[in-house]
């Protein structure tokens, strides 16, 4: 079988959607289980580009054994030293640099012209080669990059001494055909590709819905890296999906490329992702969405009934999916909750901690006939909320049609007791604004979300908030089965994140 090699990004690419940082100890548990998972290459950061991303890549290099850590640069002398700095204790180690190289980069982001920016990019790689054996170069936008001067740039890195050129098509614009021509054309006219001295890599984002179709694209005409992030996320309409590659490549086995990815994993891993970034699976994305692998209507009952392979191509157990998973309810016990959680990629290890959420999950488990994954996963994450400064005693709202909202509110912060109330243009407002006579600082509310977890009256609801406070925004979460709860909550997470 031909490799593929998996470069995942989630961790760089991923987590740069807004109201998504992670902070470094969920960063290395992210990067622990990608590793379980068998990707290639972890992106752990953009070192130069704050203190907390320096220190991320540091400690994921310490953490990770076999993956190759990669970390992030321009085409700047000074990133690249960063980067080189915080890749000291990696065991495999790659400084990703680049540069744009389409014209309106070009023109409008460099006021450059063509000769200098080739310029730029050898000097680049030639400088990272200073620290580093595996050199990756990134031609930004060449989605866009005519392909004649496209090809010049690539031969010109890899006789530089770049190992892995990237080719994204960085807004999402080309078409899966027109992307596959680019690398095709640049495997036939750039020296050194054919040979293996390097390999050309794919980075496509899904601003039109086409980064799968347009990685594939890539591969079938000759890349040798795909460059993904878990759930597919990442800026915008976000990045290639590596589950569904991966899956891809599993499905048509007679394609002949392979990866290392242990397909098991996926399930727990994309779980994993969606509960420590906040950011709920869709039903119905391929590969991990609650509804991949259900049937509603009766004529495809009767086929799977049947026959499986009438309707589904995967088997569930192949992407770590149980199809007979143990349904928990309030009469299950510890370990039923504790093997759940592990099948969900979430290990507790201590009986304290263990004894403690099961607490919380008998107390939402009489509230509901079944708990979900998504409610145990939202359990799981509330449990690193216990050490914050400000935290909620207790709530009470009245409210109802032809009555002004009143809530009383109790805070314990660092140990102390305060209450409050308020009257308010519906509960939730009279809430945060009992909250606010609490907390007394100068906070403006900027955005409101609520997401159902999934469907019933009785189940979680998640609420996003992004609040800010002295010129900077601070994203907050929160989950209940009561939604003006979950909102106060969320308020609260966001001033825990306040910096004085």
């Given at each position: 079988?031909?490799?593929?090699?998996?470069?995942?990004?989630?961790?760089?690419?991923?987590?740069?959607?807004?109201?998504?940082?992670?902070?470094?100890?969920?960063?290395?548990?992210?990067?622990?289980?990608?590793?379980?998972?068998?990707?290639?290459?972890?992106?752990?950061?953009?070192?130069?580009?704050?203190?907390?991303?320096?220190n991320?890549?540091?400690?994921?290099?310490?953490?990770v054994?076999?993956?190759?850590?990669?970390?992030?640069?321009?085409?700047?002398?000074?990133?690249?030293?960063?980067?080189?700095?915080?890749?000291?204790?990696?065991?495999?180690?790659?400084?990703?640099?680049?540069?744009?190289?389409?014209?309106?980069?070009?023109?409008?982001?460099?006021?450059?012209?063509?000769?200098?920016?080739?310029?730029r990019?050898?000097?680049?790689?030639?400088?990272?080669?200073?620290?580093?054996?595996?050199?990756?170069?990134?031609?930004?936008?060449?989605g866009?990059?005519?392909n004649?001067?496209?090809?010049?740039?690539?031969?010109?890195?890899?006789?530089?001494?770049?190992?892995?050129?990237?080719?994204?098509?960085t807004?999402?614009?080309?078409?899966?055909?027109e992307?596959?021509?680019?690398?095709?054309?640049?495997?036939?006219?750039?020296?050194?590709?054919?040979?293996?001295?390097?390999?050309?890599?794919?980075?496509?984002?899904?601003?039109?819905?086409?980064?799968?179709?347009?990685?594939?694209?890539?591969?079938?005409?000759?890349?040798?890296?795909?460059?993904v992030?878990?759930?597919?996320?990442?800026?915008?309409?976000?990045?290639?999906?590596?589950?569904?590659?991966?899956?891809?490549l599993?499905?048509?086995?007679?394609?002949?490329?392979?990866?290392?990815?242990?397909?098991?994993k996926?399930?727990?891993?994309?779980?994993?992702?969606?509960?420590?970034?906040?950011?709920?699976?869709?039903?119905?994305?391929?590969?991990?969405?609650?509804?991949?692998?259900?049937?509603?209507?009766?004529?495809?009952?009767?086929?799977?009934?049947?026959?499986?392979?009438?309707?589904?191509?995967?088997?569930?157990?192949?992407?770590?999916?149980?199809?007979?998973?143990?349904?928990?309810?309030?009469?299950?016990?510890?370990?039923a909750?504790?093997?759940?959680?592990?099948?969900?990629?979430?290990?507790?290890?201590?009986?304290?901690?263990?004894?403690?959420?099961?607490?919380?999950?008998?107390?939402?488990?009489?509230?509901?006939?079944?708990?979900?994954?998504?409610?145990?996963?939202?359990?799981?994450?509330?449990?690193?909320?216990?050490?914050?400064?400000?935290?909620?005693?207790?709530?009470?709202?009245?409210?109802?049609?032809?009555?002004?909202?009143?809530?009383?509110?109790?805070?314990?912060?660092?140990?102390?007791?305060?209450?409050?109330?308020?009257?308010?243009?519906?509960?939730?407002?009279?809430?945060?604004?009992?909250?606010?006579?609490?907390?007394?600082?100068?906070?403006?509310?900027?955005?409101?979300t609520?997401?159902a977890?999934?469907?019933?009256?009785?189940?979680?609801?998640?609420?996003?908030?992004?609040?800010?406070?002295?010129?900077?925004?601070?994203?907050?979460?929160?989950?209940?089965?009561?939604?003006?709860?979950?909102?106060?909550?969320?308020?609260?997470?966001?001033?825990?994140?306040?910096?004085?």
């Open positions: 079988m031909d490799r593929l090699f998996i470069f995942d990004t989630t961790l760089r690419d991923g987590e740069q959607v807004p109201g998504c940082q992670l902070n470094t100890v969920e960063k290395i548990q992210v990067a622990k289980q990608l590793e379980q998972l068998g990707v290639d290459v972890i992106e752990a950061g953009f070192p130069i580009s704050s203190p907390g991303d320096f991320s890549v540091i400690e994921i290099s310490k953490a054994t076999w993956p190759t850590i990669c970390a992030l640069t321009r085409a700047v002398q000074k990133d690249i030293d960063v980067a080189a700095q915080s890749l000291q204790y990696a065991k495999r180690k790659r400084i990703h640099t680049g540069i744009g190289t389409s014209d309106s980069h070009i023109k409008y982001k460099f006021n450059s012209n063509r000769e200098e920016i080739i310029e990019a050898v000097a680049a790689v030639k400088y990272a080669k200073k620290y580093v054996e595996d050199v990756e170069f990134y031609a930004e936008d060449a866009r990059t005519d004649e001067y496209l090809a010049r740039v690539i031969e010109a890195v890899v006789k530089a001494g770049a190992t892995v050129c990237n080719i994204p098509d807004t999402g614009y080309c078409l899966p055909q992307y596959g021509e680019k690398i095709k054309y640049l495997m036939e006219h750039v020296d050194g590709l054919s040979s293996g001295k390097a390999i050309l890599s794919t980075h496509c984002h899904n601003d039109l819905g086409m980064a799968t179709a347009n990685s594939m694209s890539g591969v079938l005409n000759g890349a040798r890296q795909v460059e992030t878990i759930n597919g996320i990442g800026e915008r309409a976000g990045n290639t999906s590596l589950e569904e590659i991966t899956m891809i599993k499905c048509h086995k007679v394609l002949g490329i392979d990866t290392n990815i242990n397909t098991t996926i399930y727990p891993t994309s779980r994993m992702v969606s509960s420590l970034m906040n950011m709920p699976v869709q039903p119905n994305k391929a590969i991990v969405g609650r509804n991949a692998f259900a049937h509603s209507s009766g004529i495809h009952q009767d086929g799977v009934l049947k026959n499986v392979q009438t309707y589904e191509i995967m088997n569930p157990k192949d992407v770590g999916l149980d199809d007979n998973s143990i349904v928990l309810t309030a009469r299950s016990g510890r370990a909750l504790k093997y759940r959680l592990e099948v969900l990629g979430v290990a507790i290890d201590d009986e304290k901690k263990l004894d403690a959420l099961y607490q919380k999950f008998l107390a939402l488990a009489d509230r509901k006939k079944e708990v979900n994954d998504d409610d145990i996963l939202t359990l799981a994450g509330a449990d690193t909320s216990e050490n914050h400064a400000v935290r909620l005693d207790f709530l009470q709202v009245t409210t109802g049609m032809g009555v002004k909202s009143v809530a009383s509110i109790g805070l314990d912060i660092s140990g102390q007791k305060f209450e409050e109330a308020a009257t308010g243009n519906g509960p939730v407002d009279a809430a945060i604004k009992a909250l606010k006579k609490i907390i007394q600082k100068k906070m403006t509310l900027k955005e409101f609520i997401q977890i999934s469907k019933g009256s009785d189940d979680m609801g998640k609420v996003h908030m992004q609040v800010e406070y002295n010129g900077s925004l601070y994203y907050g979460f929160g989950a209940n089965t009561d939604i003006v709860t979950a909102s106060v909550e969320a308020y609260i997470d966001c001033i825990n994140k306040f910096r004085n």
